[in-house]
């Protein structure tokens, strides 16, 4: 039975929405340094990046309200727990790309597995998320083609070239700008380690290390370590020009490889940043150098995404002629003009 009330569980947010905003400018810059067509120009104007940046904090701001449904829907979307994945006999290399078919996988997997990984609290988990280890990597390969399917709608437009389908033309633009701030948020939460650890807001189980147990870290990392080194943008640019992060492209159809490669540099670090965190490192210089590497990573990335999208976005003239078939357009109905007074 669905009960009509939010989860208790701790939410886990990453970077903040400072954090977010930055990641997608500076994802944005790397797209534009790449991309000259004409068609992605509109995109210089100020106000876009602005705006772009600003919808990547949206996916956490869906969390203002009580909904399981919506719970349901967005939460796992912002991790994978790569431990759970072991527990079930599966790991980054096997699981299944496609959301349901990663959810069937999960299921079987528990069926040949009784008793071990997550066990669900029926009086907690009021959203039925609890069963899963996280969606993140779907989430990432579903909004990616979101962006491409809209990139390609919009090159289509401006080929058709028609002034009077230009509110068509900004609605389409709105719509990438939604895809590029959602596809940005994902790519940022998976650069965030602690978004791809069972250990997300503190160290769970065996802790021979004697790592800390306390669920703060999480919370220091989205934005204390921020605030306290000052890692903005100028701070992501410094840090790709010095050492860009070894990122290859990726596939522009099949995008999941890229992905997966993206959450293990990620996972791998979960560790180092306990240790940060230990010694106290975290709050001096190489804390300083371990958050800016993950927020460049995140940014350069999704600057990646971006353009592999557009790239892989141009319309063909069966597309056009397509487009048009189905779209059933008509111009807008010239405004009213009001009959001229009579004098008196």
Known sequence: MLVLAASTGSLAFAWDAPGHRAITRIGIEQFREKVTDSGAGWMAEEDWSIQIADLATMPDRWRNIKSPFLAHLNNPDHYLDVEDLTELGLSLQTIEPLRHEFAAQLRLARDAHPGVGRQPNPKFDTAKTDAYPGFLPQAICENYAKLQSNFKTLRVLEKLNDPARKNEVQAV??????????????????????????????????????????????????????????????????????????VDAP?????????????????????????????????????????SERLADGANFLGELY?????????????????????????????????PKQPR
């Open 251 to 291: 596939d522009p159809v099949n995008p999941w490889p890229a992905v997966i490669a993206h959450i293990e540099r990620s996972h791998a670090q979960v560790e180092p940043l306990y240790q940060l965190e230990k010694s106290g490192d975290l709050w001096k210089a190489p804390g300083a150098a371990f958050i």
């Open 307 to 339: 353009i592999a999208a557009w790239e892989s976005s141009a319309p063909s003239d069966d597309d056009v002629a397509i487009f048009v078939k189905y779209d059933g357009f008509t111009p807008p109905p010239a405004p009213a003009t009001s009959a």
């Open 173 to 246: 633009r709105m719509a990438v700008a939604m895809a590029m701030g959602s596809l940005s948020h994902f790519v940022g939460d998976c650069a965030q380690p602690l978004h791809t650890t069972r250990h997300h807001h503190g160290w769970v189980g065996e802790n021979p290390n004697d790592y800390t147990t306390k669920k703060e870290i999480h919370a220091q990392i989205d934005a204390e370590t921020l605030r306290k080194h000052n890692l903005g943008e100028d701070a992501i640019r410094a840090r790709i020009k010095a050492s860009p992060p070894d």
